[in-house]
């Protein structure tokens, strides 16, 4: 039995268990969880907290148990990435562009987890429109790492892996592009998986690079992503690109043992490729010696080791700056002034409407972006940049089948340092960009990736390993994220 003052403490499968044993009613795990969040407003991780609407939902929730109906997320409490449009929240997509804006309809993300009984807190800062590394490009201030609060917890879902992190919920909603749930997540010794392009709808996700973006949850273990990732996904009719596969019980195939596994060595037979290129010079000594400790304890478990390539690793750099710009400039040109959100108050004529909104609501990245992305897709650059840029992703996708012959995961670090201080990347954004490189290559593929904490580096601060599966293995990822989480504790470390 839980004692009331630490039900902070409750992962997503422990609140699932202690709401069903009656151990706790989700009116008193919401009620904890709301004050905690109060005292820990400092962190900058919540936008929007809807203390009524949150008590009012743990109430009908509990109703509905006492009235007989169970469900894994019955009553179990979350928060979404304020890039997730809502009618119960305000929406801003951590942008002045969206301030005031209150969405007509919501995600199917945000629906099927309100339909599977998960009660929302509110909403989750992250960067302006997803575009950062560091939650510091978001118009409402920074997040601070609940490791170092002189540290950013990494972006852009950074205010989801935070506030995990800080064990203010179990679970938050999360999307990766090009990395925006696994590095946050390695960067607060938190647990996330993007999974494969197309699993879930992207239906109500406010888009920023449209061939790219992924929601998924961040949470405490692979057991709570496996639960949410379940009730998540699946088709979705208003999404064009949504997989059409049948819906997915990720839980039960990550529970699944392996055929002739022996207990003691439950990843027998799997075989990890370590692509040479996730393990340059420039990669932290901290980071490598932690990542290859977890590769040692994956061996241990029964997996294999097996050394592949992605030649074209530092390619997946220029490629992603390119095409998430270009599209990016494409999905926000609708933030005109006229449909949504923030309209300059004096303007001369609908032109100079048009520029003095977009200039006034969009933040420096996000003007960059918009004027990257406008470059390389404009007549005669085209050819040069935008097409080149697909060529090669189709070209990285086919070095990940390579070494999908040889393996049956693929393991590294998520990124090439802990998290750095806030501030310390000042003006000069290619540092960031280049930041990414162990994530972008899965993103441009559209692979599923997840990232687990593996340890500590550099001034104490967590390590996440990075595991990235083939198309719509999902379920094999989320097993061996599982067998390294029953035998290490990492995950189970929150900041004091
Ligand atoms: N850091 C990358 C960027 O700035 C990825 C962001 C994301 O995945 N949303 O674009």
Redesign the pocket.
Known sequence: MTSRTDLHTLGVADASRALASGACSSTELVTHLLARIDAHAHLGAFLHVDTEGAVRAAREADARRAAGQAGALLGVPLAHKDIFVTTAHPTTAGSKMLAGYASPFDATVVTRLAEAGCVSLGKLNCDEF????ANENSAYGPVRNPWDRDRVPG??SGGSAAAVAARLLPAATG??????IRQPASFTGTTGIKPTYGVCSRYGMIA?ASSLDQAGPIARSAEDCALLLSAMSGFDERDATSAERPPQDFHAQMLTPRANAPAARPLQGLRIGLPREFFPAALGSDVESTVRAALAEFEKLGATLVDVSLPRTELAIPVYYII?PAEASSNLSRFDGVKFGHRAARYANLLDMYKKTRAEGFGPEVQRRIMIGTYVLSHGYYDAYYLQAQKLRRMIADDFQRCYADCDLIAGPVAPSVAWKLGEQGDDPIQ?YLA?IFTLPASLAGLPGMSLPAGFGQAGMPVGLQLIGNYFAEGTLLHAAHAFQQATDWHQRSPA
């Open positions: 997803a575009m950062g590394s972006g852009s999307t990766d592009t090009g990395g925006s920023f998430a960031a990414d």
